[in-house]
């Protein structure tokens, strides 16, 4: 079974402050993926990376940087937080180069920004 | 999401009994994911899916990528199924970039 972890699980920031979301995971998996879900609805992509050193943009980039910094960790940056990032933030892994592609998500974090 | 459509937005079941969910795609889905998040918040995963069937227990599901769509069937429903089932399709393969629908909302009562 995939492992993935998040930290921190519960985060309280305040406007403009500077947000840090840290996923690691041990599966040797290349693809991560950054997502945020809203109440009521499902999740939508943020930046994704296929490997140490590479960040790609996803769906809803804007407000949000990414960094891997290795093959395990994967961070999401929010420079200026905003109350409207206020969400739940879920990290993935994927294998890539066989014959599934399945996604494997951390608990999530749960963001509140005032 | 508008390019993952899923339906019914709610379902309510009693114990033993079957049911279906259904996703719609109006994007060119190469492979499905079928998750169940549960009243705890985590995603557990359910099916990864090419054009095809898979079956796990009172789970199966089908992907036609032809017709957009992918069915979920339920069997003999329990009350541990309760939660949200959600459907993503990617639709550029080998990028793993997933969009999802809005969702399922399953409640089994005994």
């Known amino acids: 079974e995939a492992a993935v972890t998040q930290s921190p699980r519960n985060k309280v920031a305040v406007t403009g402050g500077k947000v840090t979301l840290s996923c690691n995971q041990t599966?040797?998996?290349?693809?991560m993926y950054w997502y945020r879900q809203d109440t009521g609805h499902g999740l939508r992509l943020i930046h994704y990376?296929?490997?140490?050193?590479?960040?790609e943009k996803g769906d809803i980039p804007d407000g949000y940087k990414a960094s891997r910094p290795s093959q395990e960790n994967f961070s999401l940056i929010l420079e200026l937080a905003t109350p409207s990032q206020t969400s739940v933030y879920f990290c993935?892994?994927?294998?890539?180069?066989?014959?599934?592609?399945?996604?494997?998500f951390g608990p999530g974090t749960r963001l509140t920004v005032l | 999401g508008d390019k993952v459509k899923q339906s019914p937005s709610a379902l309510s079941l009693q114990e033993g009994t079957n049911s279906a969910l259904r996703c719609n795609f109006s994007?060119?889905?190469?492979?499905v994911q079928w998750f169940l998040q549960n009243p705890r918040g985590s995603l557990m995963n359910l099916f990864y899916l090419v054009p095809g069937t898979k079956e796990n227990g009172r789970l199966k599901s089908a992907f036609d990528s032809k017709e957009s769509y992918s069915t979920l069937h339920i069997r003999d429903a329990q009350l541990e199924d309760s939660g949200t089932y959600f459907c993503a399709a990617e639709a550029s393969t080998n990028t793993g970039k997933l969009t999802f629908g809005d969702g399922t909302v399953l409640t089994v009562k005994p």
């Open positions: 994007i060119a889905a190469t492979t």
């Open positions: 599966n040797n998996h290349n693809n």
């Open positions: 993935a892994s994927a294998p890539t180069g066989g014959l599934s592609y399945e996604q494997y």
């Open positions: 990376s296929y490997g140490a050193g590479s960040t």
